[in-house]
């Protein structure tokens, strides 16, 4: 288990038209929606005030995101809530979403006409499950783990919902079989520690 010694804020990225019809973003740029602005915006509001009201200086800390445009955009607009210069952050593309695959672009309901046999394995193993052509939670885990291995202070982070999963299992929060369930929000800020993730919002 990971065992950090600093402040690390995580954002989902805001909704897009996809996340609404369910359809399988993965690593396809698919831009941000009016709502997904909104969250993005409402994300600035909330760790502004969980910084000030801790103490912590935003100079103290590193912007890092997913290099897909919608995690891009909901960093952008969230620095803009927090009176920072919107492009001064860094990307990674280690934090990029997990990759579906031949999956990418589909709906559930059109990858279960399309692909029973596979989809059922999944359900099996969601965790070590890899889709055609792309990759399992465990091999996120293992890029996700590589970047973090590499960070040094305080850090707030946009990217995807496979990655919040992923850290979920690096921090310790859940064990792998239990990080895929449920759902990882848009619009809150979560923040991660040894053992410990809490939701703001």
């Known amino acids: 288990m990971s065992t950090p010694q600093h402040h690390f804020y995580f954002v989902r990225h805001g909704e897009t038209d996809w996340n609404v019809e369910?359809?399988?973003?993965?690593?396809?740029?698919?831009?941000?929606?009016?709502?997904?602005?909104?969250?993005?915006?409402?994300?600035?509001?909330?760790?502004?005030?969980?910084?000030?009201?801790?103490?912590?200086?935003?100079?103290?800390?590193t912007f890092i995101a997913s290099p897909l445009a919608r995690a891009r955009e909901t960093m952008e607009i969230l620095r803009g809530g927090l009176g920072t210069a919107p492009h001064g952050y860094a990307t990674d593309s280690r934090l990029a979403e997990m990759s579906f695959g031949r999956w990418e672009g589909l709906t559930y309901t059109e990858v279960k006409e399309r692909d029973r046999a596979h989809l059922r394995a999944r359900e099996r193993d969601k965790w070590n499950f890899q889709p055609p052509g792309g990759e399992s939670y465990a091999e996120l885990l293992a890029r996700v783990r590589a970047w973090h291995v590499d960070l040094s202070g305080d850090v707030i982070v946009s990217a995807h919902g496979g990655v919040a999963r992923a850290l979920m299992v690096l921090f310790g929060v859940r064990p792998p079989a239990e990080a895929p369930l449920?759902?990882?929000?848009?619009?809150?800020?979560?923040?991660?520690?040894?053992?410990?993730m809490h939701c703001h919002g």
């Open 22 to 61: 369910r359809r399988l973003q993965g690593q396809l740029d698919i831009p941000l929606n009016n709502t997904g602005r909104r969250q993005a915006a409402r994300c600035g509001e909330l760790l502004n005030g969980l910084l000030a009201a801790r103490g912590h200086p935003i100079e103290k800390f």
């Open 182 to 196: 449920g759902t990882v929000g848009q619009g809150v800020v979560y923040e991660f520690a040894p053992a410990a």
